[in-house]
Nanobody, 123 residues
Framework: QVQLVESGGGLVQAGGSLRLSCATSGLTTFALYAMAWFRQAPGKEREFVSAINWNTDYADSVKGRFTISRDNAKESVFLQMNSLKPEDTAVYYC??????????????????WGQGTQVTVSS
C-alpha cells in the first residue's frame, strides 16, 4: 500500500522557519517519482507549492523562501520553509507523480497524496 506521511507542521511566528518532511512507502521505485508539495488554506483551492525530480520548480509566492529536496535512499521529500508569512498558513500535502520526466503544477497529475500537515503562521 502506498503511503505518504507528512510531518513537521506547527505554529510559527511570521519570519520563522519550519521544515516539513514526507516519508513514503510502497512506491514501486521512489527515485522514479516526481514529488511535490501542495497546500490548501481554508476556503481556498489547493495550490501548487513546489516539485522536484532532478530539477526543482516553485510557485512564485514561495520562490526564494522555500527549498524542496529529496533523499532517494530514505524515500523522503522535504520542504524547508524560511521567512514564513501569514499567507503561508495552510495544510501542506505531499504528493507523488509517476511521471518523473515532467514537473506538473496541476494536482490531478499526482497519483498519491498524504493526509497533510497543518502550518500556521501568526502575524
Amino acid at each position: 500500500q502506498v503511503q505518504l506521511v507528512e510531518s513537521g507542521g506547527g505554529l510559527v511566528q511570521a519570519g520563522g522557519s519550519l521544515r516539513l518532511s514526507c516519508a513514503t512507502s510502497g512506491l514501486t521505485t521512489f527515485a522514479l517519482y516526481a514529488m511535490a508539495w501542495f497546500r490548501q488554506a481554508p476556503g481556498k483551492e489547493r495550490e501548487f507549492v513546489s516539485a522536484i525530480n532532478w530539477n526543482t520548480d516553485y510557485a512564485d509566492s514561495v520562490k526564494g523562501r522555500f527549498t524542496i529536496s529529496r533523499d532517494n535512499a530514505k524515500e523522503s521529500v522535504f520542504l524547508q520553509m524560511n521567512s514564513l508569512k501569514p499567507e503561508d498558513t495552510a495544510v501542506y500535502y505531499c504528493a507523488a507523480d509517476p511521471n518523473l520526466g515532467r514537473l506538473h503544477k496541476a494536482q490531478d497529475e499526482y497519483h498519491y497524496w498524504g493526509q497533510g500537515t497543518q502550518v500556521t503562521v501568526s502575524s
